[in-house]
């Protein structure tokens, strides 16, 4: 079965399931080496940072938004952030409009480590892509911003 055109070659849609699976295994593996230096050295574990910097990017935020935003159950959330709430990393406030609700935000603390670890990610992956030549780098820049948009609208009709 065709699925669509590139203009050089024709692509099946099974080769573009194979694409999408390959890259997003090389993706993982480069983001786990990526995340796990700055961890290690800022002492807390990788979800919990990575919980961190959606909340500073997405702000005050419900516990199911988090979770759904993470792909990661309720209930493990729940206990992630008992204890980055009891390190003074993140607030805890039951909406008083609904008290089924309650929302999650950084504190100054929590904001600051969200921020060291953040930037120390930024440096990796500019360390990572010391390799890359002016013209790779460009084409990368491109190609990535164009399969941001297309996955942006996927994940958003899948939601």
Not at 41 to 69: F, H, N
Request: charged fraction near 25%; hydrophobic fraction near 40%.
């Amino acid at each position: 079965m065709i699925f669509f055109s590139t203009g050089v070659k024709t692509v099946s849609r099974q080769e573009f399931i194979n694409l999408i699976e390959e890259n997003g295994l090389i993706v993982e593996r480069l983001l786990s080496r990526i995340h796990q230096y700055p961890s290690q050295t800022i002492g807390y574990s990788r979800q919990q940072l990575i919980v961190l910097v959606d909340l500073m990017v997405s702000g005050k935020s419900k516990l199911k938004e988090i979770a759904r935003r993470q792909g990661m159950p309720t209930p493990n959330l729940c206990i992630m952030f008992r204890k980055l709430e009891s390190e003074g990393l993140v607030s805890r406030t039951i909406d008083a409009s609904d008290r089924r609700n309650t929302w999650y935000a950084l504190t100054a603390r929590g904001n600051k480590v969200a921020t060291q670890f953040k930037n120390a990610v930024l440096q990796t992956i500019a360390d990572f892509c010391r390799c890359l030549t002016a013209d790779e780098e460009k084409k990368l820049t491109q190609s990535l911003g164009y399969i941001n948009k297309i996955l942006t609208r996927v994940e958003e009709q899948n939601a």
